[in-house]
């Protein structure tokens, strides 16, 4: 009767364990979402488990699996959602083992797309206080020209300079430059610019097709949320989350020019609760760039010089680097030219031919990137994350010089917690310049080497000239001698220049590219970086949602003295080449900056009118605060949605260099404070002016 009575309450214990601790179930949903007008599968619609930060999306066919864990009996809203067609909810429960089918009807209401770049939060595209682009997974798979970053171009209000087939810059609202000083660009918030040269750097070591999930563009300013830099736009990339976007992907393009581009992505989440995820892409392009051969802008080192060969013959005598015999021999000479003054050879103007870009750049273009992460969920609605990206390239850029960008290093780390409501992220780039060099200075500096080597030929043919017709210097220089001399000393001398091809001008040319001194050499050396940490909250009231932030960033230049003024402490600190000692040590030039921002939106008329003020302070430490203020009006009448914007920005304590952008939706009006210039469509090419 004991053993009976105890293994009653065991029971009943074990009984009520069950009903205060439900049982864990982990079931795999799968199913189709197909278009529900001609059945046509949907491929990369999103499947999201609305409780939990749990998802994934349909492949080609249209067919999804997830796994889910259910406690006990619950039940859960799986909600489907793809661009263009009206949402769907679907409840499921761990005994839901049939498979689901979905259908999704089209809608013709536009604008339903989500933003975050606009205002920092997630939003309709038509609620943004600003006027925002994007791209989505499709259009950026589809992109017409096997590019995606090239077909940013299509955007309205967007030009793409191409300074080379491996090296491309996005420009916005009409300021085509190569150098995009005013607009920023980020890859999953980390800022993508070059931390010496202080500009995007293209997608020469940016992200992959296959791991984009979509490109946010704003053609115009935004610097009441992105700082300064954002006086002309940003662009705002998005890489595919890893517990949502699973498995393995592999791509390979080829074309003309013998385009070899390759890219890998696999990503996957771990255990029955999908808390740990990585995260592993890669790509590789090589392609063959069009040489520039345009005979005056593409030929580098065609100078001109006079050059007073009397002068240089009467110094030879007294050089102490040559042996005592040679010296006797300019003295001898030059005590001939005292008898004979017309036989001095005078002053000759010399012109050297130059060099074609193609003999001094490398048109193979290459790009490497490569990234990886590892994301932990510390629960559904909060996550820690590490993501390193690392991009090797090789192109032609043009600036105000075409460069050789050979074996560009970038690498980037970050670390970043998010919830849903804030964030906050730290990273670092750090640059090195590789083997890049100057290609315009490489021409110059060979031709300065190749002007001696002529000075040198005609000197020599020249006097071997006048040896030979006054028999060993024994007669006068007779005019028609001077003469005959001056035209062998000419033909010589033209065949003195170094020719592309040739051992010595290999041999010169590595000398050049490889020296930083631009007196001599070519070579720019940037080993530059930056650190970066901000953080974010949204503080959603129920009358008033409040967005906060701040940021604080260091700019360490490196490069040795050659392009910054971070010169030698001690100039006698060199190596035995008489180049700086990279090991020296070097002025500090580094220095920092922070910004913080505030936003404030407040929803009236049952949510038709939304209205946003937004404020940002940014201080550099070479330069005095600004303060750039937004106001936007968003009003939503039916299917119709109305905005106006204005923002400023002013540098305190005087209101100098200022400007205000006007949105009237479709219609920007942008001027200064003296009266507004110019009125423009979205689609065409817009104006900007400073007071």
Not at 214 to 243: F, H
Not at 575 to 604: A, C, H, M
Request: aromatic share 10%.
């Amino acid at each position: 009767m004991k053993r009976l009575a105890l293994l009653l309450v065991l029971g009943t214990l074990c009984n009520l364990a069950k009903a205060q601790f439900p049982e864990l179930k982990n079931v795999t949903l799968q199913g189709r979402v197909v278009d529900a007008e001609n059945q046509e599968p949907l491929a990369g619609a999103q499947i999201q488990i609305r409780s939990k930060s749990v998802g994934t999306v349909t492949d080609a066919d249209g067919a999804f699996k997830l796994e889910v864990t259910f406690l006990g009996d619950e039940s859960l809203e799986v909600e489907v959602s793809y661009l263009g067609y009206s949402a769907a909810v679907v409840q499921v429960s761990a005994k839901t083992n049939a498979a689901l089918s979905i259908n999704l009807k089209s809608t013709a209401i536009l604008g339903a797309e989500v933003v975050i770049t606009g205002s920092r939060v997630a939003e309709s595209i038509l609620e943004s206080p600003v006027s925002i682009q994007k791209m989505n997974i499709s259009e950026i798979q589809g992109a017409a020209s096997g590019d995606f970053y090239q077909s940013i171009g299509n955007l309205a209000g967007v030009d793409i300079t191409t300074s080379s087939l491996g090296f491309k810059v996005v420009n916005t609202r009409g300021f085509n430059t190569t150098s995009p000083v005013r607009s920023v660009q980020f890859i999953d918030g980390m800022d993508n610019q070059a931390p010496g040269l202080s500009f995007p750097v293209g997608n020469l070591v940016g992200a992959n097709d296959l791991d984009l999930q979509s490109v946010e563009l704003i053609s115009g300013a935004a610097s009441a949320l992105y700082g300064p830099n954002a006086l002309q736009g940003v662009v705002s990339m998005t890489t595919k989350n890893p517990y949502e976007y699973q498995g393995l992907s592999v791509q390979i393009k080829g074309g003309s020019r013998n385009l070899l581009d390759g890219q890998f992505r696999y990503a996957h989440a771990f255990g029955a609760r999908e808390r740990l995820a990585v995260k592993v892409t890669g790509s590789g392009m090589r392609v063959n760039d069009w040489p520039a051969t345009d005979p005056i802008a593409n030929r580098y080192g065609d100078i001109s010089t006079t050059q007073n060969l009397s002068s240089i013959v009467q110094a030879l005598q007294y050089d102490q680097t040559l042996s005592q015999a040679d010296r006797d021999k300019y003295i001898a000479l030059n005590n001939y030219l005292d008898f004979n003054a017309n036989a001095y050879p005078g002053n000759i103007d010399i012109t050297a031919p130059g060099y074609m870009e193609s003999d001094l750049a490398d048109y193979t273009a290459k790009s490497l990137k490569l990234a990886a992460g590892l994301h932990y969920k510390l629960r559904d609605s909060m996550e820690i994350s590490y993501d390193y990206r690392l991009g090797n390239g090789t192109a032609v850029y043009q600036g105000t010089n075409r460069y050789s960008i050979n074996n560009i290093v970038f690498q980037q780390h970050r670390i970043e917690l998010k919830g849903k409501r804030g964030f906050i992220r730290a990273y670092t780039t750090q640059e090195n310049a590789g083997n890049s060099y100057d290609a315009v200075f490489t021409g110059i500096n060979i031709s300065k080497a190749g002007v001696a080597n002529y000075v040198s030929e005609y000197l020599k043919s020249y006097f071997g000239t006048i040896d030979t017709l006054t028999n060993g210097f024994d007669g006068d220089a007779q005019p028609w001698i001077v003469d005959s001399a001056h035209t062998a000393a000419a033909a010589a001398a033209s065949q003195a220049w170094y020719q592309p091809g040739s051992a010595t001008y290999d041999s010169l040319f590595q000398a050049i590219k490889t020296d930083p001194d631009l007196q001599t050499g070519s070579k720019f050396v940037d080993r530059s970086s930056l650190q970066h940490i901000e953080g974010q909250y949204n503080f959603n009231l129920k009358w008033l949602d409040i967005l906060a932030g701040a940021n604080g960033r260091r700019y360490d230049p490196q490069s040795f003295g050659t392009i910054f003024r971070d010169t030698l402490i001690n100039p006698a600190d060199t190596l035995p080449n008489g180049q700086n000692n990279p090991n020296g040590r070097y002025e500090d030039i580094s220095q920092w900056e922070f910004g913080v921002y505030t936003q404030v939106t407040k929803r009236l008329l049952d949510d038709r009118l939304k209205l946003i003020g937004s404020m940002r302070l940014d201080k550099n430490q070479n330069f005095r605060p600004q303060v750039s203020p937004r106001l936007s009006a968003v009003y939503a009448w039916r299917i119709h949605n109305f905005r106006i914007s204005a923002q400023s920005a002013f540098r305190s304590p005087t209101l100098q260099n200022q400007y205000i952008q006007l949105d009237l939706g479709p219609i920007q009006l942008v001027g200064n404070l003296d009266g507004w210039d110019n009125l423009y469509t979205l689609a065409s090419v817009q104006d900007f002016k400073e007071a």
